[in-house]
């Protein structure tokens, strides 16, 4: 019943920038935690960044000063802008929302699907 697409991954130079995007859909009342994670090739998922639902953030020390996480609460999206990238960013990027539901529904963690992002040197 909950659905999270990524997008605005793809290639980009190095020293560019991109937006991903993470649009939510289905029972969802609001987001307590919102994630970005990455898994490059032959590396386990790693995460990038982390917003709670006070607006308290956590980077990856590899992103610190580059990427930053935000969200809209009113549509249920979460956002990683990314700048100066590098070379060693390039993965699959991944949306987790750990989220509050209607009704009675229990609290509840969703995964998307990921979006490429390849930084080229």
């Known amino acids: 019943q909950v659905q999270l697409v990524e997008s605005g991954g793809g290639l980009v130079q190095a020293g560019g920038s991109l937006r991903l995007s993470c649009a939510a859909s289905?029972?969802?009342?609001?987001?307590?935690?919102l994630g970005w994670y990455r898994q490059a090739p032959g590396k386990q998922r790693e995460m990038v960044a982390v917003?709670?639902?006070?607006?308290?953030?956590n980077y990856a020390d590899s992103v610190k000063g580059r990427f930053t996480i935000s969200r809209d609460d009113t549509y249920i999206t979460g956002y990683l802008q990314m700048n100066s990238l590098k070379p060693e960013d390039t993965a699959v990027y991944y949306c987790?929302?750990?989220?509050?539901?209607?009704?009675?529904?229990?609290?509840?963690?969703?995964w998307g699907q990921g979006t490429q992002v390849t930084v080229s040197s």
């Open positions: 917003i709670t639902s006070t607006e308290s953030t």
């Open positions: 289905g029972n969802i009342y609001r987001i307590n935690v």
């Open positions: 987790s929302m750990a989220v509050d539901r209607y009704g009675n529904d229990p609290p509840a963690t969703y």
